[in-house]
């Protein structure tokens, strides 16, 4: 029984020292690494940051109305191209009850005022004609007989305009036809015919008839993360693509950065703007989305390597490559580097166009170029 016992013991024992001999042979048996070569190239780096956000008018006008009342007609649409001065729309003025009535007894004060006036005019003008008074007294008689006349016709116009919008002698400046104060394009006209409308006055800020802009001033609007607003300043180019327009870039100024930023989504965020530079005249929708990206650093056509093939010293950080002097036989060279964008970075120093750089972190064996 012991006997059987030993020698299965070395049965096993021979099994595993013969694996193991196996196995060493094998490693022993492959084939060394061999290690690929890299070379720099002449490119241009530009370092930026991302703004999403979207494409808005420069400066917009909200076209309210200057009277309360109705809208009667609406003459342009939205997309319509307008001057300085043409009419929008016209109001059909439902008065109010309230303003009529004390419209109404003020005529009647003024009516009133005026024929007394008048007949104390008259009165010293006969008594002037006599020459019982001086022409001190008829003049002062005739000043508040002039006051009284012009007094009652412009209670009667305030109870003209009160009631129909307009009144003789207002002309072309009639409440009820409301003009474009600028030019530009017809963004929204959010009413309809019928829609009630209100004067714009110290409790109300009115009810808008008409948006225009000028859409050949637009501007880039949008967001940075706070990690990134550091990194930028006013006057910084900035290229704009819009997702609506395939493969077109638009240059832009940035020109706003906000000085306070807002928490959205626990993050916080800086507005900017940025003027749009439309060379060639593109028509771009307002409100179109659209990504900036602004150019924080460009270093043009220098000598640049893959970040990947930098290496660095473990105590100093220095960075440094393995150049080629012979067949798998490489030296250590310090270099000096510039701008990086994440995948490329300028070496100013160190190295040349014609130096094969060691791929120093590939993961396997993979045979030589």
Avoid: C
């Amino acid at each position: 029984m012991k006997r059987t016992v030993t020698v299965i013991v070395l049965v096993v024992i021979t099994i595993v020292f013969g694996t193991s001999l196996y196995y060493l042979y094998n490693k022993n048996k492959q084939e060394p690494v061999v290690y690929q070569t890299d070379k720099s190239e002449v490119k241009t780096i530009v370092k930026k940051t991302i703004a999403t956000g979207n494409i808005t008018p420069k400066e917009e006008v909200n076209i309210k109305p200057n009277i309360s009342g109705i809208i009667q007609e609406i003459l342009v649409k939205a997309g319509d191209v307008v001057k300085a001065g043409d009419v929008i729309a016209k109001v059909r003025v439902v008065p109010s009850i309230d303003l009529m009535n004390n419209a109404k007894n003020q005529v009647e004060t003024a009516r009133i005022n005026l024929e007394n006036q008048t007949k104390v005019y008259n009165r010293q003008k006969t008594l002037y004609q006599k020459g019982v008074i001086a022409t001190n007294e008829f003049d002062s008689a005739d000043l508040s007989f002039q006051q009284a006349k012009q007094n009652y016709s412009s209670t009667v116009q305030n109870y003209e305009i009160i009631k129909t919008g307009t009144t003789s002698g207002l002309g072309q400046s009639a409440n009820t036809i409301i003009k474009s104060p600028v030019a530009g394009m017809i963004l929204d006209v959010p009413v309809k015919v019928g829609t009630q409308v209100i004067q714009a006055n110290n409790f109300n800020e009115g009810t808008t008839i008409a948006t225009i802009a000028d859409v050949g001033k637009l501007i880039f609007k949008g967001k940075v993360d706070e990690s990134e607003v550091g990194k930028i300043k006013e006057k910084l180019p900035i290229e704009v693509t819009v997702g609506a327009i395939e493969n077109k870039v638009f240059e832009a100024v940035l020109d706003y950065i906000a000085p306070k930023g807002k928490t959205e989504n626990g993050a916080i965020q800086f507005e900017i703007e940025g003027t749009l530079i439309n060379k060639d005249n593109t028509f771009i929708r307002t409100g179109l989305s659209a990504n900036a990206s602004i150019i924080l650093d460009k270093a043009e056509n220098v000598l640049v390597l893959k970040e990947a093939l930098i290496q660095f010293e473990d105590k100093t950080e220095k960075p440094f490559v393995e150049i080629e002097t012979g067949k798998q036989q490489f030296k250590k060279q310090y270099v000096e580097l510039g701008l990086s964008d994440g995948i490329y970075v300028h070496v100013k120093s160190g190295i040349t166009d014609k130096d094969k750089i060691k791929i120093w972190n590939q993961t396997e064996a993979t045979p030589s170029k």
